[in-house]
């Protein structure tokens, strides 16, 4: 597959994609929001701070029900510009086969062309919605993490990167 091949088909969906990406980043602003209020909540019962307990809790609970109403429009809006992808993607291919050459047909299995219809086509639609899209989400996740735990440890949070690749190999 070219790289122009698939620019194409996110210049189309481009609206789509640009506003999963951006619901999905605020759902890692959620996400990383959410352990911070709890750890706040946490310090002002300890410290017996009874004023901002009930601001904190309040807080705690809206970035939750933020972050829950987010990842169903996210997953809603994730799988619905998926549909429609693959269904330009298979209707594409489908007429691209079907210009094809008989003596196209006679050479190559049918198993091929059935796989590439089907499953391949679907690998690319869900990496678009599922991956690409979520791609900037992910990297503030990260970067928020990471930020947030050099905050808390700076010695673990600079081996992190060290660690962390070792670990998946």
Do not use: C
Not at 7 to 14: A, G, N
Not at 46 to 52: E, K, L, P, S
Not at 53 to 59: A, G, P
Request: hydrophobic fraction near 60%; aromatic fraction near 8%.
């Amino acid at each position: 597959m070219r790289f122009e091949f698939l620019l194409r088909w996110v210049r189309l969906y481009r609206a789509r994609l640009l506003l999963i990406s951006a619901l999905s980043i605020l759902s890692s602003a959620a996400t990383l929001a959410i352990p911070w209020l709890a750890a706040q909540f946490l310090g002002d019962l300890v410290i017996g701070n009874v004023g901002h307990l009930e601001s904190t809790l309040l807080l705690l609970a809206l970035a939750l029900v933020v972050l829950t109403a987010i990842t169903i429009t996210v997953a809603i809006l994730s799988e619905a510009a998926s549909g429609r992808i693959l269904a330009g993607l298979r209707e594409e291919a489908y007429r691209r086969v079907q210009s094809m050459p008989m003596a196209f047909h006679e050479a190559h299995r049918g198993g091929d062309l059935l796989a590439l219809v089907t499953y391949e086509v679907g690998t690319l639609s869900s990496f678009l919605t599922a991956t690409l899209a979520k791609m900037p989400s992910m990297l503030v996740t990260a970067a928020g993490a990471f930020a947030l735990l050099f905050l808390l440890e700076p010695t673990l949070a600079l081996a992190m990167p060290i660690f962390v690749p070792a670990f998946y190999i």
